[in-house]
Antibody, heavy 117, light 107 residues
Framework: QVQLQQWGAGLLKPSETLSLSCNVY????????WTWIRQPPGKGLEWVGE???????NYNPSLKSRVTISMGTSRNQLSLKLTSVTAADTAVYYC???????????WGQGTLVTVSS | EIVMTQSPATLSVSPGERATLSCRAS??????LAWYQQKPGQAPRLLIY???TRATGIPARFSGSGSGTEFTLSISSLQSEDFAVYYC?????????FGQGTKVEIK
């Protein structure tokens, strides 16, 4: 059964760089569509960005200058970097994958990232 | 930028009853719409894609309809495990956008 496992630092100081990774276990995707979604505590879902099987990325304009999403050479590993974080970036970050298009049926467990001085 | 608006914010339903959730897009998204279910402390779960296609393993009591700007998620007979928050998301254009969510609670 395919699962996504994500990891990364959970506590950052303002101005630091958020770095998260996500791996596929129990199977593999040949041409995955990947996305990062975040959810501030007690709030709704916010799209961070995505990458398609060709490596083309799209980002939320509100984050565009600070965010980078990349895919490993096997296409079964995903990473997220968000620079110059502030308290507004505090959220649970989810990676998610889909095998056909930009809808996502495999999700990581979520990583709570807290930005605090 | 497309804005997704869900209604109602909260829906109180008795087990066994039908629930109808609405999602409106500010622009035409054709059928490029997904519905996700999220329970407390869990990741979202894909229910419906392409506006009306059930994802793998999703029970038949969940159905989606609509196209263009008006969409509906129906749950024909609510089970205890269906009480959750439901989000719609358009993937027709960038930036992708979620609705603010509808919480389905026990009446």
């Amino acid at each position: 059964q395919v699962q996504l496992q994500q990891w990364g630092a959970g506590l950052l100081k303002p101005s630091e760089t958020l770095s998260l990774s996500c791996n596929v276990y129990g199977g593999s995707f040949s041409d995955p569509y990947w996305t990062w979604i975040r959810q501030p505590p007690g709030k709704g879902l916010e799209w961070v960005g995505e990458i398609n099987p060709s490596g083309i990325t799209n980002y939320n304009p509100s984050l565009k200058s600070r965010v980078t999403i990349s895919m490993g050479t096997s296409r079964n590993q995903l990473s997220l970097k968000l620079t110059s974080v502030t308290a507004a970036d505090t959220a649970v970050y989810y990676c998610a994958a889909g095998g056909e298009w930009y809808y996502f049926d495999y999700w990581g467990q979520g990583t709570l990232v807290t930005v605090s001085s | 930028e497309i804005v997704m608006t869900q209604s109602p914010a909260t829906l109180s339903v008795s087990p066994g009853e039908r629930a109808t959730l609405s999602c409106r897009a500010s622009q035409n998204v054709l059928n490029n719409l997904a519905w996700y279910q999220q329970k407390p402390g869990q990741a979202p779960r894909l229910l419906i894609y392409s506006a009306s296609t059930r994802a793998t393993g999703i029970p038949a009591r969940f159905s989606g309809s609509g196209s263009g700007t008006e969409f509906t998620l129906s749950i024909s007979s609510l089970q205890s495990e269906d009480f959750a928050v439901y989000y719609c998301q358009q993937y027709h254009n960038w930036p992708r956008a979620f609705g603010q969510g509808t919480k389905v609670e026990i009446k």
